[in-house]
Structure formats: C-alpha cells, structure tokens
C-alpha cells in the first residue's frame, strides 16, 4: 500500500492543434504533475505525430510524463516514438493491443489503459502489461460513473494489484476520497480547464488535498 501522497495526472480536452500548449505549460509549472495525456482528436499520422511535437514539450519541460491517445484507428505507437512522446494510452479492454503496443514500443515509453468497465477488464489488462490502469474518467457521451463505484474499485485494485493505477477526479472535492484509496495517481481534466481562477490555481489546490491526505496516512 501506498506510504506517500498520490501524484497527479493531468488529462487535456480533445486538441486539435498546437493553441493549446501555452495552457498546457501554465498547468504543468505549478508543479506537482507527474504525467499528461495529450487526447488528439482524429487525423492522418503525420500531422498526429507534428500535434505531439508540438505540445509535449509544453509539460515535458516542467518534468512530467507525457501520453498520447487518438481517437479512431491512429497508430499510437508511431505517434509516440516520432512525436517525442513517453507513452501512449488505449481505450477499452483489448489485452491484443496492449500487448502489440508493448512489443512495439518495447520498455522504453510506457502503456497506460482507461475505459475498464469490469473488474475481468482490469485484471486481463493487468496481465496484459499495462503500466497503469485509469479508473473513472468521462465516457464517451461524456458521462461519468459514480464517484462511488471509482473509489471503491481504486481502493480494491491499489490494495491487491502492484501496477499503478490512476483515479479520475470529476471535481476538486473528490481529489481526498481517490487519494484515500491509495492509488499512485489522481486524475483531472475538467476540473482544471474549467476552474475560475486558471489551471494553476486549480492544480496548487490539489497537490494541497494531496498532501494532507498523504500526511494523514
């Protein structure tokens, strides 16, 4: 089980092109993110692979991970490794993909995997060799599930499961209940494009939740 605070991870709204990037570096100097993942919306390989050089320096300067997904049918693999990335990130329980990813892109750029909808999913993407699962972000729709049912399936992978995992925080208030569970990481996304006062702001409030609650376990 976890003995230090959980570490954020940071999820962008689905990017188009580069405009994005001097909010993405406004987040990411506060400090305190560990990982972002680039969502880019659908386009041919080259100009997918030019988006990702474009943004990632934007939190791979202030010493975060950065992770890529697509929608469709993109090749995440060559995205990643030609566009300078640290990983890349799959929707669904495929535990195929997974495992093409991860004789593609060997030990060198890691493999994150969301959309779990059952706790089967979770496990075969586990034995897959996935290098964190992300429980609770938005559906498709844009819907989420209860904030309940993620703590209670964070809480349960973090205490069997030695890869990471990752809990998606809808809201600044559900950052103490996810980190409580003892997962490696807190996800946000909306909570801090949408906050009133700037992403930073939003973000230094979060590592502040963060740090009481390590410091209470």
Known sequence: ??????????????LEDASFAPRLAEACAAGRVAAVLLRLKPADERSLTNLVKALAPAAQEHGAAVLVTAEGQAD????????????????????????EL??????????GAGGIRTRDDAMTLGEAGVDYL?????RPDGSLPPLESVVERAAWWAEIFETPCVAYAPTLEAVGPLAATNAEFVALGDAVWSHPEGPAAALK???GILDRQGATQ
């Open 1 to 14: 089980m976890a003995d230090t605070a959980a570490r954020l991870y940071l999820i962008t709204p689905v």
């Open 76 to 99: 995440l693999a060559t995205i990643a490794a030609r566009g300078g990335a640290d990983g890349a990130h799959v929707t669904g329980a495929d535990p195929a993909l997974v495992r």
């Open 102 to 111: 991860r004789d593609r892109l060997k030990s060198e750029r890691a493999i």
């Open 134 to 138: 992300l429980f609770g972000e938005p």
């Open 205 to 207: 409030a979060a590592a």
